[in-house]
Structure formats: structure tokens, C-alpha cells
């Protein structure tokens, strides 16, 4: 499953160009709001506007201005409470937006008399004024938002540096809280989803990847170049994520998820052809639809791989291979790990795939140096060694079919000589991570002790280049291993031009 997972950087959310602002404007005629009755409103309205426009102590006039709200609040509300709750919810907005603003303060220290030590939560009491307001005149909820916004990006802005540096929970806090504010923009559940994708919350991300598409349209994604990256992401992630879920799933359900699965990565290509994850989403959409059955549809998906493999990666073509293969087009599958193989000789899970492939085609003889070549890249690897028997004994019964007694004999023998290596294994090797990052390659796996006894191993890895040539070796110790018990091993080496890897018996 591999989805992207960057949350980019967020200076832009203040003044973010989503369909909410034009609709601000829009609607700021239609929001008319007396703020100038009673006199003792309109003095704290003139206090606001001194603080906004910077003259002379900002500070001190917007105190003034929650001073003369909290003086003659009872008189104001009697008279005017919309307009009371507009200045208000604007002051503590106007706080707010100062930097380094705690979010929790004394109401002295903003202007109260009244409880003075008593702490007011200026992102709350601001969310609560401004919500006043909007019930009563819900024509101004376009303008409030622009009082909104200001306070709740520096808390989306700072969730995105603790994503990326994986504080989840202080960076779910944030959100949480932003959340109070302001509730118009995508990015809230963006983050939520890439959150849920680190904590491989599946539903999680999907839902949150679903809301997010759904409140960026097409056009919006037009007009904002940020909304628009956000909108190509979350398209992608949402086909990946329901085509992981599918993958963990059964029957009927898997199937239903399947075909939302394909259908999200359809819309993703269309959406976005030129798009450097194109070819994933094409093997990731032919994969899901294999799960459905639909094998004509799994053909048109790879018809281009098959015209055109130098366009896609080997993990692209080796997907396209594996879907060839579950849609019973051999034939298709051979050519595509084939062309994997060209690139890459000692590709481990293609040689797997491949010598599947030549046996569902009963094609024994290309089957045997396939399978060879698999058990000298994985030798602790049962099914390796299974391979080797099932395609010598194919060409045994071919040579008999024929009445070529002597080849029949020679591959039978070989045959069996395979299963008795099979099942002299005591140990056996599985890999879970080859990465690679530049020269830098890490790979990590598990070695399973499958005798009666602890035991330690060392492992000695070649690194190979793309025609199976070893260009870099590295030793691993791992144990003791008790009986019947398994441990993990890493491997990292430094080395340009490393895309596989072999390992000797032990």
C-alpha cells in the first residue's frame, strides 16, 4: 500500500482562495449588523478599530473594548445582542491573532473587570460568539468566516510541522481545536486522514479522505493551486486505501469494496492522466477489478504495459503480471514478469511469480531454469524447492508420455531429490522490507527456527546489480533462536546500482 503521506506546508491557509471567500464576499451585503446602538456598543466598536488599525497602544484599545462590553453588557444585550456578540467575538479574535497569544488567559489581563482572576478560552468564547451571531442572522455566516479563518490557521499551520514529524497526538490536539473555529476548509480532514494512514486506521483514512474530496470540487481545485494538489492526493490515497481494504477482506464485503476501490481509482485516472502515479493507479484499479472477475476489463487495463513496458516500473509490471495471472491470461502474465526479469534477473518475487506462471501453462521446460534460478537466489525458501520438483516432474511425465524411459527416470529422480531438499529445511527465511534510498538499500526479514533445537545463524547476503551480479556482501547474525520460534534480522549496505539480492544456504 503505498500512499502519499506528506502533509505540505500551509503558510497559504490564511488567505486560502476555496469557494468560501468568494462567498464571503458575495454575501457581505446581504449581512447588515447595528453595531453603533447603544452608544456604549458603538464606543466599543471605535476601541476595536483603533486596535486593528494599529493606532497608538492596539493592546490597550482592544481592552477597552472588552471593558466596555463587560460594563455595560447587561444594557447592550438588552438592546442589541447580535451586535454585542459580533464586536465581542471579533475582539477575541483580535487577540487571537497576536503572536505568541496564549489561548487561555486571565480576563484582566484582557480588558474584564468582573472575575478577574477567573481565565476565559479565547478560541472558545470567540467559536461561541460568532455561533451567536449566525443563529440569528445566518446570512452572515460567509463574513464570519473571515474572523474565523485568521484564528484557526496558525493551528492547522502548526499541526502540519507535527505531522511531519510524526507528534500525532499533539498534532490531533490541534486539529481537534482548529476544529472550534472554523469548519470550511478541507485541510482539517486532510490531516485527520493522513493521521489515520501513520496509525493504519484504514476506516479512518478512508472516511476522512472521502470527506476531503467531497469538499473540493473540480473547479475549486482550478482557481487554488494548494486545494488542487490537496485534491490529487487524497483521490489517490482514497483508491488506495479502499483497493488495502478489499485486500483484507471477503466475499461479498470484498467484493462491494472492490468495486468502489476500481471505481475511485477510474476517476483518479481520468481526473488526472498525465499524473506520475497513473500507472500505479492502472495496476492498482486491475488488480481490484481481478477481484471482481471481470477479465476483460483486467486485459484492457494491462494492454498497455504490454505495448509499452519501458513506461512503467519493475513493481508496476510485476502488479500488472499478477493480475494478468489471477485473470487466467498466462499467456499476458508470462510477457509482463518477463520483462521484469529482463531488467532485473534476480528479481525474487518475480522468479516466483514466472515459474507459477510456466506452470499453469504447463510449459515445464521454461519452468525449470526459472525455478532454479529461485532456489539459488532464496535457498531456505520451501516453495522454491517446491517449484524445482513440480517442473521436473512435468518434464518426467512429458518424457513419458514420449516412452523416453531414460530422461522419465533422470526427472523423476531430480524431482525427488527436490522434495527431500524441501523438507530437510530447518530453518526458513521470509522478508518483509527491501528499500532503497539512493546507495542506500535496508533489508529486513525474519529467520523461522522449524527444528527441535536453538539454534544461531549466519547469513551471508550478496547484493546484486540488474544482471544478477553481486556488487556489494554483507554478513547477519541472528539467534540464539529457540525451537519452533522466530527472529528478525536487518541488513543495510551502501552501494550504487543495487536492485536485488541473493543470500547463501546456512
Not at 11 to 26: I, N
Not at 260 to 276: G, H, L, R, S, V
Not at 306 to 326: I, V
Request: glycine share 6%; aromatic share 8%; with cysteine.
Amino acid at each position: 500500500m503505498i500512499v502519499r503521506l506528506t502533509a505540505a506546508s500551509l503558510a497559504v491557509l490564511a488567505t486560502l482562495a476555496l469557494s468560501a471567500q468568494a462567498g464571503a464576499q458575495a454575501a457581505a451585503a446581504e449581512c447588515k449588523i447595528e453595531t453603533d446602538k447603544p452608544g456604549q456598543l458603538k464606543n466599543a466598536k471605535n476601541a476595536l478599530a483603533r486596535a486593528i488599525a494599529g493606532i497608538g497602544d492596539p493592546t490597550k484599545s482592544a481592552s477597552e473594548a472588552i471593558k466596555e462590553l463587560d460594563k455595560n453588557g447587561a444594557k447592550i444585550r438588552s438592546q442589541n445582542e447580535v451586535g454585542y456578540n459580533m464586536i465581542l467575538g471579533q475582539t477575541y479574535a483580535w487577540f487571537l491573532a497576536r503572536p505568541g497569544q496564549p489561548a487561555v488567559v486571565r480576563r484582566a489581563d484582557i480588558g474584564y473587570t468582573t472575575e478577574p482572576e477567573a481565565t476565559v478560552d479565547l478560541l472558545t468564547a470567540a467559536d461561541a460568539a460568532f455561533d451567536a451571531v449566525e443563529r440569528a442572522a445566518p446570512t452572515c455566516a460567509a463574513e464570519l468566516n473571515d474572523y474565523r479563518r485568521p484564528a484557526w490557521a496558525p493551528l492547522v499551520n502548526a499541526a502540519a510541522e507535527l505531522i511531519n514529524n510524526d507528534q500525532l497526538d499533539s498534532a490531533e490536539k490541534l486539529i481537534a481545536r482548529a476544529d472550534l473555529i472554523y469548519q470550511g476548509s478541507p485541510h482539517t480532514s486532510y490531516f485527520t486522514a493522513i493521521m489515520a494512514q501513520k496509525r493504519n486506521d484504514l476506516p479512518g483514512a478512508i472516511a476522512a479522505n472521502k470527506k476531503t474530496m467531497d469538499m473540493i470540487t473540480a473547479e475549486q481545485a482550478a482557481k487554488d493551486e494548494g486545494a488542487g494538489q490537496i485534491r490529487n492526493q487524497v483521490m489517490y490515497n482514497y483508491a488506495v486505501l479502499l483497493a488495502a481494504q478489499a485486500d483484507m477482506q471477503s466475499g461479498d464485503q470484498q467484493k462491494a469494496t472492490a468495486k468502489e476501490a476500481a471505481a475511485a481509482y477510474k476517476t483518479f485516472i481520468e481526473a488526472y492522466p498525465n499524473d506520475e502515479q497513473k500507472t500505479s493507479a492502472q495496476a492498482g484499479m486491475g488488480r481490484m477489478l481481478a477481484v471482481l472477475g471481470d477479465t476483460a476489463a483486467v486485459a484492457s487495463v494491462f494492454t498497455e504495459m504490454l505495448a509499452n513496458p519501458s513506461k512503467y516500473t519493475d513493481s508496476q509490471l510485476l502488479e500488472g503480471g499478477t493480475n494478468a495471472f489471477n485473470a487466467r491470461r498466462y499467456d499476458d502474465a508470462a510477457k509482463l514478469f518477463e520483462g521484469v526479469l529482463q531488467r532485473n534477473a534476480c528479481y525474487r518475487d518475480a522468479l516466483f511469480n514466472l515459474a507459477n506462471t510456466y506452470w499453469s501453462k504447463n510449459d515445464w521446460t521454461r519452468m525449470m531454469p526459472v525455478a532454479r534460478r529461485l532456489a539459488d537466489v532464496d535457498p531456505h525458501n520451501e516453495d522454491a524447492w517446491q517449484l524445482m520438483a513440480i517442473a521436473y516432474k512435468g518434464r518426467g511425465d512429458v518424457a513419458k508420455a514420449a516412452k523416453n524411459l531414460a530422461l522419465e527416470r533422470a526427472m523423476y529422480d531430480t524431482a525427488v531429490k527436490n522434495v527431500e531438499r524441501k523438507n530437510a529445511l530447518t530453518s526458513q527465511v521470509t522478508f518483509s522490507q527491501f528499500s532503497h534510498d539512493g546507495p542506500k538499500h535496508v533489508l529486513r526479514g525474519t529467520v523461522a527456527n522449524t527444528s527441535a533445537k536453538p539454534a544461531t545463524y549466519t547469513i551471508r547476503f550478496e547484493f546484486l546489480d540488474s544482471e544478477c551480479k553481486a556488487v556489494a556482501a554483507k554478513e547477519v547474525t541472528v539467534g540464539p533462536v529457540e525451537a519452533k520460534k522466530s527472529a528478525p534480522f536487518v541488513v543495510e549496505v551502501n552501494q550504487a546500482g543495487i536492485v536485488s539480492f541473493k543470500y547463501a544456504p546456512f
